[in-house]
């Protein structure tokens, strides 16, 4: 459960980067504190989708990573970055990715904040 709850925070500060980083990532909310839980959230759902889409996605689609080198995982990430937005706006979340490309951008930034927040953040084990 600890384990689960440091991979949401990092989650969590990984899509702040990118929302403070990216104008096309947006997170709006009226209040700080409506902000936080907001991406909180949206960090939950995200954690999901990688939890439960991204492997179905990555087994399907092994042959374009086994040609691109693996360099098909950005177009993965930017995919999941779009169905997280996609799902945000479903269950009324303030959270919109405006585009492809912007979530590979999104995407990248978030796998990098998210791997330097690994290493310092405990893993649990």
Request: aromatic letters at 8%; zero cysteines; proline letters at 2%.
């Amino acid at each position: 459960m600890m384990n689960f709850l440091v991979k949401t925070i990092a989650n969590a500060g990984a899509l702040a980067v990118a929302v403070w980083l990216i104008d096309k990532i947006t997170l709006t909310g009226d209040s700080t504190g409506k902000k936080v839980g907001t991406l909180l959230l949206v960090a939950l759902v995200f954690g999901l989708v990688n939890a439960v889409v991204k492997p179905l996605v990555k087994l399907l689609t092994l042959p374009l990573f086994i040609l691109t080198l693996g360099l098909f995982t950005l177009v993965v990430n930017a995919l999941m970055l779009l169905l997280t937005s996609w799902l945000a706006d479903k269950l009324d979340l303030s959270f919109h990715v405006d585009g492809f490309w912007i979530a590979v951008l999104g995407g990248l930034i978030i796998s990098i904040v998210s791997w330097a927040l690994s290493l310092v953040l405990p893993d649990g084990d």
